[in-house]
């Protein structure tokens, strides 16, 4: 199957299966030329041809075009698709590129200035092989695969589950979920996690991605979806900063770093310790709180 997991791109999937496939893709309209990463074939050879599959490979979204190649579609954080009548002009600033097909204009839509999206033309499955990263489907794993993976290297299980050369496509927000639900520290080295921590991570992580999937087919129905982001009112941890955890009522604390963050509950997965945020504990040094108890005082 093609749709197991509830991020980005596998809300997109089905939505696009029904609305392109076998249908000829009419026009292809480049707003920024930037979006366009690779040039070979030339992306007019893609014109007047049929689109006969949509996948997915890891976190990106596959067009097979026959006669043509693939059209390869990375939506990154911030990349979102649209459905629009027609021929209609692509929204503002926040609008890449569009395909025209007989029934609708498929928009790639980011938002923000960091441009960061992409679209690739490739030639064949050698070609597409290159953007394979390796990660294994969580939800089709064992358990002792899943857990070889999570051993394969010595990183944070935060990091772990993010790697897309370890696990395919489950991504920052579902970790939070994931590592929450499994009670285990997002800074617990893999290395160390235990054969009973092991089974509960992966528990976890089927119960977690299978719950949202269903949740994220049920809203979109047959329209197509229009608000697909991380944040989902719903989650246990993940962009609930300050907010009690929905388990034991300790306020969802963070770790922030560049352009992302881990949110976790101290209570429920660090046996009430906090962990240092790594630019607060810096700025704050000895006053950093060590725990909840702290934290309160």
Request: with cysteine.
């Amino acid at each position: 199957m093609l749709f197991f997991l509830p991020l980005t791109p596998y809300v997109y999937v089905e939505a696009l299966t029904a609305r392109v496939v076998d249908q000829p893709l009419e026009a292809i309209r480049l707003v920024s030329p930037f979006v366009l990463r690779s040039v070979a074939p030339p992306i007019s050879e893609f014109v007047g041809k049929r689109v006969t599959l949509v996948e997915r490979l890891g976190k990106r979204l596959v067009l097979t075009v026959d006669g043509a190649g693939f059209l390869v579609i990375h939506l990154m954080v911030a990349g979102r698709l649209r459905w629009l009548p027609r021929g209609k002009k692509t929204p503002g600033r926040i609008g890449l590129a569009a395909f025209d097909f007989p029934d609708g204009t498929l928009v790639l839509t980011e938002a923000g200035t960091t441009r960061r999206a992409s679209l690739h033309a490739v030639a064949d499955r050698e070609g597409l092989s290159a953007f394979n990263r390796g990660g294994i489907e969580p939800l089709e794993a064992s358990l002792e695969d899943f857990v070889d993976r999570v051993h394969m290297e010595n990183h944070t299980l935060k990091r772990t589950l993010t790697d897309p050369r370890l696990f395919s496509g489950i991504g920052n927000s579902y970790s939070d979920e994931i590592l929450h639900r499994a009670r285990l520290s997002p800074l617990l080295l893999s290395s160390r996690v235990t054969a009973e921590q092991g089974a509960a991570l992966y528990g976890a992580t089927r119960s977690v991605l299978t719950e949202w999937t269903a949740t994220l087919r049920a809203e979109a129905g047959d329209a197509f979806p229009e608000h697909v982001t991380a944040f989902r009112e719903g989650m246990a941890v993940h962009g609930r900063y300050g907010q009690p955890c929905p388990d034991c009522g300790a306020p969802v604390q963070r770790i922030r770093y560049a352009t992302n963050e881990t949110n976790y509950c101290a209570r429920c997965q660090t046996e009430g310790r906090l962990l240092a945020d790594r630019a607060l504990s810096r700025l704050l040094k000895s006053d950093w709180p060590r725990s909840l108890d702290e934290l309160d005082q």
